[in-house]
């Protein structure tokens, strides 16, 4: 049994197209190791494959090839114990109108062969903020106490790993601050999380590790820290004691006047010290009323990642 909550080797997945469209290859041979405890990050644009891989994981897409593990339990060999060991909180709300949300629960404990005895929809539905709404008709729920019910049910059976598409696309920001507040407090009480989401700022605030996809393939995976060091932009933003007119130019500093007046240079670390961007700004005859610096965000690795890729 491995250490790691999730393992992936080579894992393909082509779709065959269908009515004359040609096959699609959504995944094209990508190795991951996510480890236990950890809440992790798979980002990557629209159609990268994301939601694929994690419907691999859920055992709802069929993988073409390559091998899967779950807890230490390989999906082929052990299918009952690796569903067992994941919970899935879908991106579209798939909620049968006819359930309450208790009775969604019950369902789904059945489905998972959760004995009476060992269910506990209270504690989720009071996790969820979903206790006065326990018996209510499920037409009554608005859209965010339904999103709140499809995280409900993906704990039903107590999942070690559980996996969120999207969780917070298009909800208002309450909603999103509870979600985030749920998912902190599963990962202390031990829970493996994994998140896809494109909001940045989110994966940037939530996950100690990340793993960015691009067509089909891994094209970064490390922690959040370290991607964001990896950028090895940085900008120096001075606000001058008189305005300027226009933004002095040199070789190797890129310079931007903004609209609040400042002058914003951005220079490589690698190739160019703070001090001769100073220098820089000196020389140019500027003096410096304030000054300070803007930290590289998730967004510019992201981008300087997948930007100039090709299919
Ligand atoms: P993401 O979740 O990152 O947006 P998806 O995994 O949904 O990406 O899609 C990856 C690629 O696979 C896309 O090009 C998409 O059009 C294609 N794809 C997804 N599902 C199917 C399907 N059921 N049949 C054919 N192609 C699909
Ligand atoms: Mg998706």
């Given at each position: 049994?491995?250490?790691?909550?999730?393992?992936?080797?080579?894992?393909v997945?082509?779709?065959?197209?269908?009515k004359?469209?040609?096959?699609?290859?959504?995944?094209?041979?990508?190795?991951?190791?996510?480890?236990?405890?950890?809440?992790?990050?798979?980002?990557?644009?629209?159609?990268?494959?994301?939601?694929?891989?994690?419907?691999?994981?859920?055992?709802?897409?069929?993988?073409?090839?390559?091998?899967?593990?779950?807890?230490?339990?390989?999906?082929?060999?052990?299918?009952?114990?690796?569903?067992?060991?994941?919970?899935?909180?879908?991106?579209?709300?798939?909620?049968?109108?006819?359930?309450?949300?208790?009775?969604?629960?019950?369902?789904?404990?059945?489905?998972?062969?959760?004995?009476?005895?060992?269910?506990?929809?209270?504690?989720?539905?009071?996790?969820?903020?979903?206790?006065?709404?326990?018996?209510?008709?499920?037409?009554?729920?608005?859209?965010?106490?339904?999103?709140?019910?499809?995280?409900?049910?993906?704990?039903?059976?107590?999942?070690?790993?559980?996996?969120?598409?999207?969780?917070?696309?298009?909800?208002?920001?309450?909603?999103r601050?509870?979600?985030?507040?749920?998912?902190?407090?599963?990962?202390?009480?031990?829970?493996?999380?994994?998140?896809?989401?494109?909001?940045?700022?989110?994966?940037?605030?939530?996950?100690?590790?990340?793993?960015?996809?691009?067509?089909?393939?891994l094209?970064?995976?490390?922690?959040?820290?370290?991607?964001?060091?990896?950028?090895?932009?940085?900008?120096?933003?001075?606000?001058?004691?008189?305005?300027?007119?226009?933004?002095?130019?040199?070789?190797?500093?890129?310079?931007?006047?903004?609209v609040?007046?400042?002058?914003?240079?951005?220079?490589?670390?690698?190739?160019?010290?703070?001090?001769?961007?100073l220098?820089?700004?000196?020389?140019?005859?500027?003096?410096?009323?304030?000054?300070?610096?803007?930290?590289?965000?998730?967004?510019?690795?992201?981008?300087?990642?997948?930007?100039?890729?090709?299919?």
């Amino acid at each position: 049994m491995t250490q790691d909550a999730i393992s992936i080797e080579g894992l393909v997945k082509t779709y065959r197209g269908s009515k004359g469209e040609p096959e699609k290859t959504a995944l094209k041979g990508v190795d991951l190791a996510i480890p236990r405890g950890s809440v992790f990050g798979l980002l990557g644009p629209n159609g990268a494959g994301k939601s694929t891989l994690i419907n691999i994981l859920a055992g709802l897409v069929k993988k073409t090839a390559g091998k899967v593990q779950i807890w230490g339990f390989d999906q082929d060999i052990n299918p009952r114990q690796s569903r067992a060991s994941i919970g899935v909180m879908p991106q579209e709300l798939n909620l049968d109108p006819f359930f309450s949300p208790r009775g969604a629960l019950e369902v789904q404990a059945g489905l998972y062969g959760v004995p009476k005895s060992q269910r506990h929809s209270d504690d989720i539905l009071r996790l969820v903020g979903l206790e006065d709404k326990a018996d209510a008709y499920a037409r009554t729920l608005s859209g965010g106490m339904r999103r709140r019910l499809l995280l409900a049910k993906a704990l039903v059976h107590r999942p070690h790993v559980l996996v969120l598409d999207e969780p917070t696309a298009g909800v208002d920001i309450e909603l999103r601050q509870m979600l985030w507040q749920n998912i902190r407090q599963l990962n202390r009480d031990g829970m493996t999380i994994i998140l896809t989401t494109h909001y940045l700022e989110e994966a940037e605030e939530m996950c100690d590790e990340i793993a960015i996809i691009d067509h089909g393939d891994l094209v970064a995976r490390d922690s959040t820290a370290n991607l964001l060091e990896r950028l090895d932009a940085k900008t120096l933003v001075v606000h001058p004691e008189t305005p300027l007119i226009e933004a002095p130019r040199t070789k190797g500093i890129e310079t931007e006047l903004r609209v609040d007046g400042s002058l914003a240079l951005t220079y490589r670390r690698q190739v160019t010290s703070a001090e001769q961007v100073l220098d820089f700004v000196r020389a140019s005859g500027i003096s410096i009323r304030d000054l300070r610096s803007e930290e590289p965000h998730l967004q510019d690795v992201f981008l300087a990642l997948t930007a100039s890729r090709q299919d």
